[in-house]
């Protein structure tokens, strides 16, 4: 699809517009939406969450994307929601505003600081060592807690897994792993083996 996307005012007033294009991919709605801006007026770089290689805009953290347009939602409301939130946030860029919706860094930086908000730890083994967990078609609440207490899963953190794992899917937690594996985060490589066996 291609066309014009506007940014509207609470007021329902046309502030901007952009001409834009949308991909929807095979698997849709496991996988979001491909947007790219086409007129040339963004940059393409991670600044303007837009990537350099092919022009798609990171509209929204696929692992965030429960608060905002859960898998089944009706593409009205990534149309009205995430998009036009993505958007708004670039024409204020442009203006010399600053971002206005609590905007997540691009790539490994931005799964760190969306998991540091759900686990109140910015520890990155510990993200990696929930990230296990989500990842895994099954887990076993005998096994030691993520979190690092020392106590088993049951008695400790279950439920926070329980209700992280209705809200991410493993597969979303397995690309996350790999994107944090490959990046400059501090990583502990000699998890490395074990985050492959999520896959």
Same mark, same amino acid.
């Given at each position: 699809?291609?066309?014009?996307?506007?940014?509207?005012?609470?007021?329902?007033?046309?502030?901007?517009?952009?001409?834009?294009?949308?991909?929807?991919?095979?698997?849709?709605?496991?996988?979001?939406?491909?947007?790219?801006?086409?007129?040339?007026?963004?940059?393409?770089?991670?600044?303007?969450?837009?990537?350099?290689?092919?022009?798609?805009?990171?509209?929204?953290?696929?692992?965030?994307?429960?608060?905002?347009?859960?898998?089944?939602?009706?593409?009205?409301?990534?149309?009205?929601?995430?998009?036009?939130?993505?958007?708004?946030?670039?024409?204020?860029?442009?203006?010399?505003?600053?971002?206005?919706?609590?905007?997540?860094?691009?790539?490994?930086?931005?799964?760190?600081?969306?998991?540091?908000?759900?686990?109140?730890?910015?520890?990155?083994?510990? $993200? %990696?060592?929930?990230? !296990?967990? *989500? =990842?895994?078609?099954?887990?076993?609440?005998? @096994?030691?807690?993520?979190?690092? &207490?020392?106590?088993?899963?049951?008695?400790?953190?279950?439920?926070? $897994? %329980?209700?992280?794992? !209705?809200? *991410? =899917?493993?597969?979303?937690?397995?690309?996350? @792993?790999?994107?944090?594996?490959? &990046?400059?985060?501090?990583?502990?490589?000699?998890?490395?083996?074990?985050?492959?066996?999520?896959?």
């Amino acid at each position: 699809m291609r066309g014009t996307f506007s940014v509207y005012s609470p007021q329902r007033k046309v502030l901007d517009r952009y001409r834009i294009s949308i991909e929807m991919p095979r698997n849709y709605p496991k996988d979001l939406p491909i947007v790219r801006e086409t007129g040339g007026r963004i940059p393409r770089n991670q600044d303007f969450h837009i990537e350099a290689a092919d022009g798609r805009a990171c509209v929204l953290l696929p692992d965030d994307r429960w608060r905002c347009f859960p898998e089944g939602a009706p593409f009205e409301q990534f149309l009205a929601g995430p998009l036009h939130d993505f958007f708004h946030g670039q024409s204020l860029v442009e203006l010399g505003g600053d971002w206005p919706f609590d905007e997540w860094k691009h790539g490994a930086e931005g799964i760190v600081q969306h998991y540091t908000d759900l686990l109140d730890t910015d520890d990155v083994k510990t $993200i %990696v060592r929930f990230l !296990r967990v *989500i =990842a895994k078609q099954n887990f076993k609440a005998h @096994l030691p807690c993520p979190c690092g &207490s020392g106590k088993k899963i049951k008695k400790c953190c279950r439920a926070k $897994i %329980v209700e992280l794992r !209705r809200r *991410i =899917a493993p597969a979303m937690a397995r690309k996350s @792993l790999e994107v944090l594996r490959a &990046s400059t985060v501090p990583y502990n490589r000699a998890q490395e083996g074990t985050v492959r066996e999520t896959r």
